[in-house]
């Protein structure tokens, strides 16, 4: 302690290369081991400088040794509570990653060599008290694995409080939905403590920010789209424009509305904005999704969509994300030439339950490729039957059995049921309802009634029709699921006034 060199407190680090940035060591302010300590000054190993001891609540009393090191320059946490306890930030790492503003026997060491230079010092002095392995996160750039080291830097905010109410209010009026509903929560709870956004990066690639510094007074900058013809901050000089782009989320939370020729009022706004359906995954919820809002609200005065579905997250048969990098990711392309698109299309859907992991197998792709056989053969059957009847009316027969009323009903009530889970967007519902149908009541059931019904004069016409309205019923509510099989087998129906089963009336 800096009143007296008997007293001491031990901290916990993996980063002791970074002490030389410490302002402070925090303590719980529940934490009786140390609440003498807390207002005290401490004296910071291998510098001359001393630093206090202060009390946060965010310090795990179960953590390490109870005290922690604050380095605000270089972590996050330390950050937000150096922000609260007004805290002094010394920056000892610079951009490329060398130290910097520490003792002369450090500077310009690496991050990995100061490191070690440091526990040889402090073991030299006595002041280990012990080393131990331990597992931590750290941060590593996505494309090289080297690690990332936290700087501070200046950077370019969008201000959140009156963004995030324009996000947070359409979801709770109800003017966007989210499928499932439990993601509301999740957004709802992310925006209600989002922190300002830095929206300004220092990468190769993006939407350059139009901000331009003046080069007589650097620390002066005004804003213009165009390349100025004349520095508006001292009217003789050739303004510099920053080198900054904007955060690739910025600019995608500007899609729904710019490519529609946003500032402009264009025939496209007009016709297409705002839009009805946004389909994303779950890690972007926060990233994208609310970001779009808000921007869409802030300059268009709407929201830019209504539904907003969650998509279930496709891994591996043991629960592995499928990744490139990672050798576990599967080539649709290789699935659709070994099974067919339709019969990938089914697997996929089959399997998109609102679990959000789908653990990706080729057993559902296979059963799918038995379906479409199924399809092919009832329709051919079909076929066979009503060869030679008059043109099919699409209009749905009378029964004249107990087994056409039962088929027609038992059409009636899964068509409600399909479109339900549809407005839902349950697409597995859908399948699986259409499934079942298809195969146990019109192919088990029915189509092996409808032969001994063929043989019969006065009701064998009716039959036909029967027959010919099931298929073509579910034909229309498999189609979206499996495009190729039924468009091919619809052009085949001898109705009138024919083009393409896309543009068929639904069944309900």
């Known amino acids: 302690m800096a009143d007296d060199d008997a007293d001491f ?17 925090a303590v719980n302010s529940k934490d009786n081991r140390y609440s003498e300590f807390v207002g005290r000054k401490i004296k910071l190993p291998l510098t001359d400088r001393e630093i206090p001891i202060i009390a946060d609540s965010v310090i795990d009393v179960e953590f390490g040794t109870g005290a922690v090191k604050v380095t605000p320059a270089h972590d996050m946490e330390d950050y937000l509570i150096g922000q609260r306890h007004q805290l002094e930030m010394l920056a000892v790492i610079n951009g490329k990653g060398r130290m910097e503003n520490v003792p002369i026997g450090y500077q310009g060491l690496k991050v990995a060599e100061a490191r070690e230079r440091v526990l040889a010092d402090l073991q030299s002095r006595n002041l280990i008290v ?63 403590q989002a922190r300002d956004w830095c929206i300004s990066r220092q990468i190769w690639w993006g939407h350059r920010l139009p901000v331009w510094f003046c080069e007589k007074e650097s620390d002066k900058y005004f804003i213009s789209i165009k390349k100025p013809a004349k520095c508006e901050i001292c009217n003789n000089c050739e303004p510099r424009q920053s080198e900054d782009v904007f955060d690739t989320w910025f600019s995608s939370a500007l899609w729904p509305f710019a490519v529609m020729g946003w500032p402009k009022q264009t025939k496209d706004s ?94 559902d792709i296979m059963a799918g490729k038995k379906f479409c056989n199924k399809i092919w053969n009832a329709s051919r059957f079909v ?27 038992a059409f009636r009530k899964v068509s409600v049921n399909i479109n339900e889970s549809l407005c839902c967007f349950r697409f597995d519902q859908a399948i699986q309802e259409i499934y079942h149908f298809f195969w146990h009541q019109f192919c088990d059931i029915y189509i092996e009634k409808a032969k001994s019904q063929m043989k019969e004069p006065e009701i064998s016409k009716n039959t036909k029709l029967v027959l010919a309205y099931i298929l073509l019923g579910s034909l229309k509510i498999l189609h979206p699921f499996m495009p190729f099989i039924t468009e091919e087998i619809y052009q085949m129906f001898p109705i009138r006034s024919k083009e393409a089963i896309i543009i068929e009336d639904w069944p309900i």
């Open 9 to 25: 407190i031990v901290v916990a680090t993996t980063r002791p290369e970074t002490m030389f940035g410490d302002t402070a060591v």
């Open 130 to 192: 012990k080393k131990e392995d331990y597992t931590h996160k750290i941060p590593k750039c996505y494309r090289c694995s080297a690690t990332i080291e936290l700087i501070p830097s200046l950077q370019w905010f969008v201000k959140m409080n009156d963004l995030a109410k324009k996000a947070i209010d359409p979801v709770i009026e109800g003017k966007i939905k989210f499928y499932p509903k439990r993601w509301e929560k999740a957004y709802i709870d992310w925006l209600g």
């Open 270 to 363: 007009m016709s297409f904005y705002p839009t009805n359906i946004l389909s994303t995954a779950r890690d972007i919820i926060n990233l994208w999704v609310a970001r779009m809002v808000f921007s869409a609200v802030e300059l268009t005065g709407c929201v830019p969509f209504t539904d907003v579905i969650i998509h279930a997250t496709v891994t591996t048969k043991d629960g592995k994300r499928m990744s490139k990098s990672l050798g576990t990711g599967i080539d649709p392309i290789e699935m659709v030439k070994k099974y067919g698109a339709d019969s990938t299309r089914f697997g996929l859907s089959w399997q998109a339950s609102e679990s959000q992991d789908m653990r990706f197998g080729e057993g």
């Open 383 to 409: 076929f066979q039957m009503i060869e030679g009847a008059e043109v099919i009316s699409k209009d749905e027969p009378k029964p004249a059995t107990m087994e056409d009323q039962l088929i027609l009903s």
